[in-house]
């Protein structure tokens, strides 16, 4: 019943806590300019963003559950978990570049809307959050599809939604002090590892559509082992999206995404070069 739990509750907790750490920074420089009066044009992008985002997630749910055939259905699926994993990589990697100056970066783009006038500031948080939303949406709804029920992914997505809330509040109260740098990079190795999977997922599904081969040539099968409906069956399929019956192209899809992505990931970034004194230029 609570298959997939986990890897949304991390889904929930980092996109989540990425989209409210967006809020706080709005709120914290709305407050500190003393411009409480336009913190109600930030909510109101925040929550045209968050209802856009769950439009979004429905949309996809009854768009793809409502295809006439099992084949559209796994075309469909699996081009969408594709798309996700993208967009998801893209995301993890832009936070690892720009977490340094996320908070000058939207101050700045702030600044600018307060003196655009207030349809500016609610459509700055709006595009701020709702780029956090879209993501998240797409990615949970790949990640849930393969599910057998959607009480697992539903409860831990909410849960780490919650958590990452209460995190984020804690934080702009001086509350609680970590270190994010640290968080985002553990917490974003833990989702390559969760997209791997749903990208070799992804392409079982156009197998399973008959729009890729092999579907019957395995790489391996420990069913045996490894019952699918054994406790640790179903806690390695929903952790890790392990198959007890993998095809040749499923684990070469899981090989070639998971090895470039967490190598280039843990790679230890360049330091950033200091601008040369004048003086010293020839």
């Keep these: 019943m609570l298959d997939y739990f986990a890897p949304n509750l991390l889904i929930g907790l980092r996109e989540g806590l990425e989209a409210a750490l967006v809020v706080s920074i709005l ?25 856009v985002s769950v439009a979004f997630g429905a949309l996809l749910t009854f768009a793809v ?49 307060v003196a655009l006038g207030a349809g500016a500031v609610t459509v700055m948080a709006f595009l701020s959050v ?5 993501e998240t ?17 539903l409860l831990g997505f909410l849960l780490g939604i919650a958590i990452a809330v209460v ?6 109260r001086g509350a609680l002090r970590i270190n994010l740098s640290t968080f985002f990079t553990w917490t974003g190795v833990l989702l390559v590892v969760v997209a791997a999977g749903i990208f070799a997922y992804g392409f079982h599904d156009l197998q399973e559509a008959e729009l890729l081969p092999g579907l019957s040539t395995l790489a391996f099968d420990v069913s045996a082992q490894i019952p699918p409906d054994s406790w640790y069956g179903t806690l390695l399929r929903g952790v890790f999206n392990f198959q007890p019956q993998t095809t040749v192209l499923q684990a070469v899809a899981w090989v070639t995404y998971l090895v470039p992505v967490l190598a280039f990931f843990l790679w230890p970034s360049r330091p950033a070069v200091a601008p040369e004194p004048a003086s010293t230029r020839a």
């Excluded at 411009?35 to 968050?50: E, K, M, N």
């Excluded at 995190?167 to 702009?172: G, Q």
């Design 27 to 51: 709120v914290a420089y709305l407050v500190k300019t003393d411009r409480r009066g336009q913190l109600r044009l930030v909510w109101t992008g925040v929550a045209g963003a968050v209802a």
């Design 65 to 113: 559950t409502g295809l006439d055939t099992f084949k559209q259905q796994e075309i469909a699926g699996g081009f969408l978990s594709i798309v996700a994993v993208g967009l998801v990589t893209w995301m993890i990697f832009w936070m690892r570049r720009t977490a340094r100056h996320l908070k000058a970066e939207l101050t700045g783009k702030l600044e600018a809307a």
């Design 130 to 134: 709702a780029r956090e939303g879209l």
């Design 137 to 153: 949406a797409l990615f949970f709804f790949s990640a849930a599809q393969q599910a057998d029920s959607e009480l697992g992914p």
């Design 167 to 172: 995190l984020a509040f804690a934080l702009y």
